[in-house]
């Protein structure tokens, strides 16, 4: 059964990741080539979880070949009714802010990090 998920929480997108999925990079170097972030609002489908020094991480696609690596309190479970409608604007909502695209790190996705790794 699948679960659909939609994004609430950016700063728990781990964008540095050198995940690979099925040829596909789970990273920000992926999503630079089609202009996307995965901000808040965007839904998903978890297809897998990885294991990393913060925990489980979800690896949820977002597009055909955009797969986001998230810790779990970073999304919610929706009905695949919200999701079915809310996916074609995944690339409207997901749209890259000039910021993000030149960012060479996430600031809040550090921050989040740092938080976890000293137990906040």
């Given at each position: 059964?699948?679960?659909?998920?939609?994004?609430?929480?950016?700063?728990?997108?781990?964008?540095?990741?050198?995940?690979?999925?099925?040829?596909?990079q789970?990273?920000?170097?992926a999503?630079?080539?089609?202009t996307?972030?995965?901000?808040?609002?965007?839904?998903g489908?978890?297809?897998?979880?990885?294991?990393?020094f913060?925990?489980?991480?979800?690896?949820?696609?977002?597009?055909?070949?955009?797969?986001?690596?998230?810790?779990?309190?970073?999304?919610?479970?929706?009905?695949?009714?919200?999701?079915?409608?809310?996916?074609?604007?995944?690339?409207?909502?997901?749209?890259?802010?000039?910021?993000?695209?030149?960012?060479?790190?996430?600031?809040?996705?550090?921050?989040?990090?740092?938080?976890?790794?000293?137990?906040?």
């Open positions: 059964m699948e679960t659909f998920v939609k994004i609430i929480n950016s700063a728990k997108v781990r964008s540095n990741s050198d995940l690979v999925i099925s040829g596909i789970a990273n920000k170097n999503w630079n080539e089609y996307f972030y995965p901000n808040k609002g965007v839904v489908v978890i297809i897998g979880e990885a294991q990393s913060e925990g489980t991480i979800f690896l949820v696609q977002c597009g055909d070949k955009i797969i986001v690596p998230i810790l779990p309190d970073g999304v919610r479970e929706i009905t695949y009714s919200e999701f079915s409608s809310r996916y074609p604007q995944n690339m409207q909502v997901g749209k890259t802010s000039s910021q993000q695209m030149n960012s060479a790190f996430d600031v809040d996705e550090m921050m989040d990090s740092f938080g976890k790794m000293l137990g906040f």
